[in-house]
């Protein structure tokens, strides 16, 4: 290119600039764009070649034409980033519009029928609802637990049945008999305590497991909810009328819920809970092996070993516990039968709640 004067380059640069405009008005797809920024504002465009103009002029002129061709790039830099992200926003969209599926034949199809929350879920949640309205928070632990969480700490011996290969899941982890799938959601109760100071109002739901056979009240892995009440004050009359709250607020007035004396090793004195049973209305089925009732679960007042082997004194803070299986409440509320459809994941039985 031959040497330029100033006037020269000037009148240059306005029509490179009037070329790039006119040019970016015609442009409808990324790669023109590309490659008129190629032509025009790229280390070989355009404005680059007029650029290298400027060693022949003198300091003053440099000066002069410098400033023109560094506002030049700078307004065409910004009308090139407008249509290019106009040119992205338009591709992006086809983009879109091409990969886009028609599922409005699934609204046709009658036979869909969407998959249902399970009922023993169902159930849970609705437990946690009422317990959180009587003032409990809920609390989870880990499924696998050690030997003392899940009985040392809760008072139960070494010759306890409970403890025994027959009756508990352990696990070829660590010392032997030392892991276990929990067999109760108790566990979870000396977590809390050794984690927080009292007063302590939690119920804890979740899934359990037991070397039980199977049959129509029982199966292998079930589901408990327990609660906990550690405060100053506490007696067992307040046990019987959270029981007796919760059996309301679940089964409604026509249930009727008893306590009778029992034992458990971390409560003292200890109780069993039972409601008439849902299926024979309390004259006597298979389902009640003709009792008449059900039981629920245990309750009782905190054992003091329990207080003190998590670090809490019996003669200040006192409180009760209880717990039963979420599988059972389900069967006697909806008058299931058999507790083993509740395994089977059938629609049309799931359908039904």
């Known amino acids: 290119m031959p040497q330029l004067s100033l006037k020269e380059i000037i009148e240059r640069i306005d029509e490179a600039k009037s070329r790039f405009a006119s040019s970016l008005e015609r442009i409808n797809d990324l790669e023109q764009l590309r490659e008129l920024e190629s032509d025009v504002l790229s280390k070989k465009g355009t404005l680059a070649l007029l650029n ?87 609390e989870e632990g880990p499924e696998v637990e050690t030997e003392w969480h899940n009985f040392e700490a809760l008072n139960i011996p070494p010759y306890h049945p409970a403890r025994a290969g027959q009756d508990s899941f352990y696990l070829k982890f660590g ?60 007696s067992f009359a307040n046990l019987a009328g959270t029981i007796e709250e919760f059996t309301k607020a679940i089964f409604g007035p026509n249930i009727v819920a008893r306590l009778r004396p029992g034992y458990f090793p971390f409560t003292e004195p200890s109780a069993e809970f039972e409601v008439t049973c849902s299926i024979c209305g309390g004259t006597g089925c298979r389902t009640c092996s003709g009792t008449g009732w059900i039981e629920l679960g245990g309750c009782g007042m905190v054992d003091p070993n329990v207080f003190m082997a998590v670090g809490l004194d019996p003669e200040e803070w006192s409180g009760f516990a209880f717990g039963f299986g979420i ?11 058999d507790m083993r459809v509740l395994l089977d994941n059938d629609v049309r039985f799931l359908r039904q709640f």
Not at 204 to 209: D, F, H, I
Not at 327 to 337: F, G, H, K, P, V
């Open 52 to 138: 290298r103009q400027l060693g022949s002029l003198d300091l003053e002129s440099r000066q002069a034409a410098g400033a023109v061709i560094n506002q030049a790039r700078a307004e065409m830099r910004s009308d090139f980033e407008r249509v290019e992200s106009g040119l992205l926003v338009n591709a992006r969209a086809a983009e879109l519009e091409s990969e886009k599926l028609d599922i409005s034949e699934m609204v046709e199809d009658w036979t869909f029928q969407a998959g249902r929350i399970h009922l023993i879920t169902a159930t849970r949640h609705e437990l946690e609802d009422i317990f959180v309205g009587m003032g409990f928070t809920v």
């Open 175 to 234: 010392a032997p008999e030392s892991m276990l799938l929990r067999t109760h959601t108790s566990p979870v109760q000396i977590r809390v305590m050794m984690r927080q100071k009292p007063p302590i109002y939690a119920v804890v739901p979740g899934r359990v497991y037991r070397r039980d056979t199977a049959d129509a009240r029982h199966t292998p892995a079930f589901h408990q909810i327990e609660g906990l009440v550690v405060d100053k004050g506490i």
């Open 327 to 337: 599988d059972r409440l389900a069967q006697m509320r909806y008058s299931i039968s």
